[in-house]
């Protein structure tokens, strides 16, 4: 059964940093990404960035170019670890972080309307504000 869980959220003040972690157990697929989507209130979740196991290609949503970086852990036992780094955070990065997976290439997961993607944790809140 897959399962993901998500750690790693809090408060933190602009300008800050935080590191989010996904970890996937139960996969299946040959090839497939691991992404980080977000919901902000009142907004529809969106894909923030995506990681390939294929060849650790990743995909950034413009808004976090440049300020969020993601990799691949692959740890022992059968667990898939993705790693959120988030620097320079900002009032418009505050939401609920969900991660996602899919056997699908980074782009196209986060491209992905989150009404397709059957499979989710149980998100993690980020907030920015002073």
Known sequence: QLQLVESGGGLVQPGGSLRLLCAVS???WEYY??????QAPGKEREGVSCISSRDNSTYY???VKGRFTISRDNAKGGKNTVLLQ??????????DYYCAVAPYWA????????WS???????T???VSS
């Open 33 to 38: 990404s691991i992404g980080w989507f977000r």
């Open 107 to 114: 782009f196209r997961l986060c491209q992905t309307s989150p």
């Open 26 to 28: 139960g996969l299946t």
């Open 117 to 123: 993607i059957p499979d989710w944790g149980q998100g």
């Open 61 to 63: 949503t413009d808004s």
């Open 86 to 95: 988030m620097n320079s955070l900002n009032s418009e990065d505050t939401a």
């Open 125 to 127: 809140q980020v907030t």
